[in-house]
């Protein structure tokens, strides 16, 4: 798998390894005045290795997760400027699923 990161144009405008999600969030950070002179974005589409995302992440919808490393470290939020662990994130994609699970059960009522 390649380590190129790729931009909405195409472009390669850095490599990251997988190895942690810090580096590739530095990458992004100086990248970004670049790509914006550019009229280019980077999202999370065009990062590698997404086939370090557990399973039961893929389909998380609550905000952008770009990228899980090594250490199960995920780099998250729109502006890929925060990290979290792939716990929390199951902790809070499991307490939303029971809230929308209590919203449908007192629907029904």
């Known amino acids: ?33 670049t790509l914006r002179k550019n009229k280019d974005k980077v999202e999370h589409t065009g990062i590698p290795h997404s086939d370090q995302f557990p399973d039961d992440l893929k389909d998380f919808t609550a905000y952008i997760l770009w990228a899980v490393d090594k250490n199960q470290k995920v780099l998250v939020g729109s502006g890929a400027n925060r990290t979290e662990t792939v716990e929390s994130i199951r902790q809070f994609y499991a307490n939303d699923e029971a809230k929308a699970s209590l919203d449908r059960h007192n629907l029904e009522e």
């Open 1 to 33: 798998m390649s380590d190129d990161i790729i931009s909405k144009k195409g472009e390669v405008i850095g490599q990251w390894n997988g190895d942690d999600v810090a580096d590739l969030q530095k990458i992004l950070a100086s990248a970004r005045q």
